[in-house]
C-alpha cells in the first residue's frame, strides 16, 4: 500500500519513519480512506509489541502519509534467514538459539492477541511483517489489511468483514484462503506457521509459486516439522504447531494468549497443553529439573527397589501425580503471570504515549502559540464564589471541589501572567482528553472521571520561570506553592526523554502517587521549557493491574527496588502532603528476585515456603513480582 522512508521530524529533533500511499494508488477509491485507517488503527494499538505512529500527515510531494518510530533492526524474515545460515556453517547451535527465538514468538502473539481484544484482525501475520529491535525489541507492523470490527473498542472506521482474500499466500488459514470473513483464528493459523518456521529455520509451506502456496494453505498443507540441523523437533512444539494450524478452527487454541502461554510452558519447562505429559513423562521432567539430587539418591533407589513393597509402589505412583499436577498448577501459573504482565507492559505504554503527546503539545504552544480568548482561573479564585469556574463541584474520586472543564494555573509568589495562561489555555482540553484516554475501553465521560476518577489523576505543565498547569482545576494549593520543587518536576529536569520517579504522597489526599514525568524542550534549540507529568495514583495501579488473589504483588525497578506493592493499597490515602520529598525505595528482599530484576530475565524462585514469580516488563525496564504461598 505505501513505501517506508526513513525522515527527520524537526519539531522534536528525532528521526522517524514516514510510511507514504503508494503512488500508483493515489486517487483510487477508497484507498485513501483504508491508509488512514490502517494509520489510526496502528496508532491506537497502545502496546509495546505494535509499532508506534506519531501523526498523520502529508508526504513533501502532498501525498498521504503518516509517521511512526523508526526500529533499529532487522524483519523477522532477514533474522531468521541469517540464523538458518549460521546454524548451517556451524556457527550457531540451533537448539540453544531456540529459546531466544520463541520469547520473540510470545511477544508477537502478545501484540496480537491485544489487537484481537480490541476487535482488530490483521490477517497478514508473517516473518516479514515483524521487526526485531537490537535491543530485543520485537514489534508487529504492516496493518494495512487489517480488519475492523463493528464492535471494536478503537475510534477507527470498521471494515467491511467481507469474504475478500487478502494477505499473503503461505500464511493463510483454510477457511482465510476460501473466502470466510475475518476472523481470530485466523491469525493463529497464521501465527502457528510462523511458530514453525522460527523452530525449523524453513518454509513452513510448500510450494515455490504464490498459487502453489495458496492451494496448499487451502487444504492445510505443511512441509514436515525438522530442525534446520536434522533433529527432531521437542514433541511439544510440534504439538503446540499442530495445535495452532489445524484444520478445523474448532480445535486450535481459545485465542492468541492461550497459544502464548503454553509456549511460555514449554520455556519454563512444563507440560504444554497441546501434549500433556504421561505419568512417565511427568516424572522424568520432574526429576530433569533436579538432576543433582536424582544422581544422589540414585543409590539410594535402588536399595529401595530391593526392599519395597506393593503399598510403596502406590505411594510412589501418588507422589508422581501429585508431582505432575504441581508442575501443571505451576505452568498455568507462570502463563497467567505472563499474560497480566503483557496487560500491565500494555497499559504503561498507554500512559506514556498520553504523556508524550502531553509534552509534544506543550512544547509547541510555548514555542509557537499565543493568547487565547477565554477566562483562566488562578488558584485564589477557587475559594472565591464570584469568581471560581463554574463547574467546579466536589467529585467523589477526588474527595474535593475540582473543576474537570478548567485547568488551574498557579505561581510562587501570587501574580497572574495572563497573557502566558491564554497561550497554555488549550492545553486544558488535551489533559482532559488524555485522562479520559487513560482509561481501559472506551474514553471515560466527564462523570464518571468525577465519580470513579481514572489511572491518570493528575497531569501537569510546570515551567522554568515557576508557573504551573494543572488539571483538574482546584485550589488546594499551599501558599508559595512552587511546582519546580515537586518531586514529579525535578526527576525529568535532566533526562532525555519520559521517566517514572519515585513515588511521593499527594499533597491533594489522593495517597501515593507514581509520577512519570517528560521534559518540555524547545523544538528548534533544545533548551528546557519546562516539564510535562501525568500521576498515577497507587491504589489504581494497585486495584486494576497488580492485584493478584491470594497473593502479594509488586512492581520493581530497573535496581530490583520495589516501586509500588499490593500491600500499598489505601497507605497515605486522605493525608495532604508537601514535603517535595519521592519516598525511599526499599530492595526486594529476595536477591534471586533482585538479580533477575537487574538483568531484566524472568525467574521462578522457592523460598521459605513462597513461590516467586519475576516476570520482566519492556515499557520501562521494570519487572512484575506475584508471590504464592502454595
Keep these: 500500500m505505501g513505501v517506508v522512508h526513513a525522515a527527520h521530524d524537526p519539531v522534536l529533533g528525532r528521526r522517524v519513519a514516514m510510511k507514504v500511499l503508494s503512488r500508483r494508488l493515489v486517487g483510487r477509491r477508497g484507498v485513501e480512506q483504508r491508509f488512514v485507517t490502517e494509520a489510526r488503527v496502528t496508532g491506537q494499538l497502545d502496546h509495546p509489541n505494535v509499532v508506534p505512529v506519531h501523526a498523520l500527515c502529508r508526504s513533501p510531494e502532498g501525498d498521504p502519509a503518516y509517521t511512526m518510530k ?28 531456540l529459546p531466544g527465538r520463541l520469547e520473540i514468538f510470545t511477544k508477537i502473539c502478545d501484540g496480537v492477541h491485544y489487537a484481537h481484544v480490541r476487535g482488530v484482525v490483521h490477517r497478514d501475520l508473517k516473518p516479514e ?15 494495512g489489511v487489517a480488519a475492523v470490527g463493528d464492535d471494536s473498542e478503537l475510534l477507527a472506521a470498521p471494515t467491511p468483514m467481507t469474504g475478500a482474500v487478502e494477505g499473503t499466500p503461505g500464511f493463510f488459514a483454510p477457511e482465510q484462503a476460501q473466502g470466510e470473513r475475518p476472523h481470530p483464528l485466523h491469525d493463529q493459523y497464521a501465527l502457528g506457521l510462523v511458530l514453525q518456521e522460527l523452530v525449523s529455520l524453513r518454509d513452513a509451506v510448500p510450494g515455490r509459486s504464490a498459487v502453489e502456496r495458496m492451494v496448499a494453505n487451502t487444504i492445510g498443507d505443511r512441509v514436515p516439522l525438522a530442525m534446520r540441523d536434522g533433529r527432531a523437533p521437542p514433541r511439544e512444539l510440534a504439538a503446540v504447531i499442530a495445535k ?35 505419568p512417565f513423562q511427568a516424572a522424568a521432567r520432574w526429576l530433569g529439573r533436579r538432576r543433582e539430587w536424582a544422581l544422589g539418591a540414585l543409590g539410594v533407589l535402588v536399595l529401595l527397589v530391593v526392599v519395597v513393597t506393593a503399598g510403596s509402589v502406590v505411594s510412589q505412583a501418588r507422589a508422581r501425580e501429585a508431582a505432575r499436577a504441581r508442575q501443571a498448577a505451576l505452568a498455568e501459573l507462570v502463563a497467567s503471570i505472563a499474560t497480566r504482565a503483557g496487560t500491565i507492559d500494555a497499559r504503561l505504554a498507554r500512559y506514556h504515549g498520553l504523556l508524550g503527546e502531553i509534552a509534544t503539545l506543550s512544547a509547541e504552544r510555548l514555542a509557537h502559540g499565543a493568547p487565547m480568548d477565554g477566562q483562566v482561573w488562578f488558584a485564589p479564585d477557587f475559594d472565591d464564589p464570584d469568581h471560581q469556574p463554574p463547574d467546579l463541584r466536589t467529585a467523589p474520586a477526588y474527595g474535593q471541589p475540582v473543576s474537570l472543564g478548567h485547568p488551574v494555573f498557579v505561581t510562587p509568589d501570587g501574580s497572574r501572567p495572563e497573557a502566558l495562561a491564554r497561550t497554555l489555555l488549550p492545553l486544558g482540553a488535551a489533559f482532559r482528553s488524555a485522562a479520559r484516554r487513560s482509561v481501559d475501553g472506551k474514553p471515560a465521560s466527564v462523570d464518571d472521571l468525577a465519580r470513579d476518577g481514572a489511572p491518570i489523576a493528575w497531569i501537569s505543565l510546570a515551567l522554568v520561570d515557576g508557573m504551573s498547569m494543572s488539571w483538574p482545576g482546584h485550589g488546594d494549593f499551599s501558599e508559595g506553592y512552587d511546582a519546580r520543587l515537586r518531586p514529579w518536576y525535578t526527576v525529568a529536569v535532566d533526562a532525555t526523554g519520559a521517566v517514572c520517579g519515585a513515588p ?74 508537601l514535603d517535595n520529598e519521592s519516598l525511599p525505595l526499599p530492595p526486594y528482599p529476595v536477591a534471586a528476585v533482585v538479580s533477575a530484576a537487574s538483568a ?17 516488563l519492556q515499557t520501562l525496564g521494570w519487572t512484575y513480582v506475584v508471590e504464592v504461598t502454595p
Design 70 to 97: 523508526l526500529v533499529d533492526g532487522v524483519n523477522l524474515r532477514d533474522l531468521l534467514e541469517q540464523h538458518g545460515a549460521w546454524v548451517d556453517g556451524g556457527k550457531l547451535d540451533d537448539a540453544e538459539d
Design 129 to 143: 511483517n515483524v521487526m526485531v529491535g537490537r535491543h530485543g525489541e520485537v514489534y508487529v507492523m504492516d496493518w
Design 244 to 278: 495452532a494450524t489445524s484444520v478445523s478452527p474448532a480445535d486450535r487454541y481459545a485465542d492468541v494468549a492461550a497459544l502464548a502461554a503454553d509456549v511460555r510452558r514449554y520455556l519454563a519447562g512444563m507440560p504444554v497443553e497441546a501434549s500433556p505429559d504421561t
Design 504 to 577: 511521593y504522597v499527594d499533597s491533594s489526599g489522593l495517597g501515593l502517587l507514581l509520577p512519570c514525568s517528560s521534559p518540555v524542550r524547545d523544538p528548534e534549540v533544545g533548551t528546557l521549557l519546562g516539564v510535562a507529568s501525568v500521576k498515577l495514583p497507587f491504589d489504581g495501579i494497585i486495584g486494576d493491574l497488580l492485584a493478584w488473589d491470594g497473593a502479594r504483588s509488586a512492581l520493581l525497578d530497573a535496581r530490583g527496588r520495589v516501586v509500588v506493592s499490593s500491600e500499598d493499597q489505601g497507605w497515605r490515602r486522605g493525608q495532604k502532603v
Design 600 to 616: 531484566h530475565r524472568g525467574e521462578v524462585v522457592e523460598d521459605h515456603g513462597r513461590l516467586i514469580v519475576a516476570h520482566p
